[in-house]
């Protein structure tokens, strides 16, 4: 009978090892995994980053373009002079 309590607990003992074991690959693989997404999640991160500068940048160039284009208008303006009445 001893011989049974013996083989039941080291059955017991081996279970738990191997589902231990497998606890310990799943948490291992999903670190890794976890720690892939990560980094792929900070490249876009960056990414969007530099994309939100280029647009920014380029609204800036546009503004600028806007204001040249207002200055050129109103400096033709004044050198026309007055429109004539009527038209």
């Known amino acids: ?3 049974v309590v ?3 607990w080291a059955l017991t003992l081996v279970f738990a090892l191997v589902v231990l074991s497998f606890c310990a690959y799943e948490l291992h693989w999903k670190l890794v995994r ?3 997404d990560i980094d ?3 490249n876009l991160a960056t990414r ?3 994309i939100g500068d280029d647009a ?3 609204l800036a160039r546009v503004a600028k373009m806007q204001a040249e284009a207002a200055e050129r ?6 050198k026309l002079g007055p429109a004539p009445v009527g038209e």
């Open 1 to 3: 009978m001893a011989g």
């Open 6 to 8: 013996i083989l039941i």
């Open 34 to 36: 976890f720690r892939s």
């Open 40 to 42: 792929r999640v900070a």
């Open 48 to 50: 969007a980053r530099e």
């Open 56 to 58: 920014e940048t380029t």
């Open 73 to 78: 208008k109103a400096s033709r303006r004044k």
